[in-house]
């Protein structure tokens, strides 16, 4: 008897949870409302909304910051994966920009490390939050730029009580 007590009450709790607590997933638009389309392309470090970079806290990946309004709040970053690195005191500014264009490569240079990373992003984000957060998210696994096979980036809808 006890045991039909719980299962109902587990019924019921699930149910609830379900119906009226959204999940992350929900909260983010299908890649239907927010697809590839979506995505500005990237401005460039001459852009007047650029702001910056800066290695993330998860290893390998730069950052690159832009204003794309230009009302002082980020709202844009790109996300690209540092492919090797060296010190400038191995390797001249002049010999690494050559190395970076013979290689297809993007350029990142603060002394003594220069960065050498792919050339197109493999994420993009838009809408940033005050702690450099995204809002939305694409990923594009091939890293060959904006055209078409870039896809929303979400995880996955949690289920409760599900092991």
Not at 10 to 15: A, G, P, Q, R
Not at 29 to 54: F, L, T, V
Not at 99 to 118: E, G, Q, W
Not at 121 to 132: I, T, V
Request: proline fraction near 6%; aromatic fraction near 14%.
């Amino acid at each position: 008897m006890n045991l039909i007590r719980f299962f109902i009450a587990f019924l019921m709790v699930s149910f609830v949870l379900e119906s009226f607590a959204p999940s992350f997933a929900d909260t983010i638009p299908s890649q239907g409302k927010d697809g590839w389309e979506n995505i500005p392309k990237e401005p460039g470090w001459k852009a007047p909304s650029y702001r910056g970079w800066e290695l993330l806290s998860i290893p390998g990946l730069i950052s690159t910051f832009y204003d794309l309004n230009e009302n002082g709040e980020l709202d844009y970053m790109v996300i690209r994966k540092i492919m090797r690195k060296t010190s400038s005191e191995e390797i001249t500014i002049e010999e690494a920009v050559e190395a970076a264009k013979r290689d297809h490569l993007s350029l990142f240079v603060s002394h003594p490390v220069i960065y050498f990373t792919n050339r197109h992003p493999l994420f993009y984000c838009r809408g940033l939050d005050y702690r450099r957060n995204c809002r939305k998210m694409w990923v594009d696994l091939s890293e060959d730029g904006l055209n078409g096979n870039e896809s929303l980036y979400t995880f996955s809808k949690q289920t409760p009580f599900v092991r």
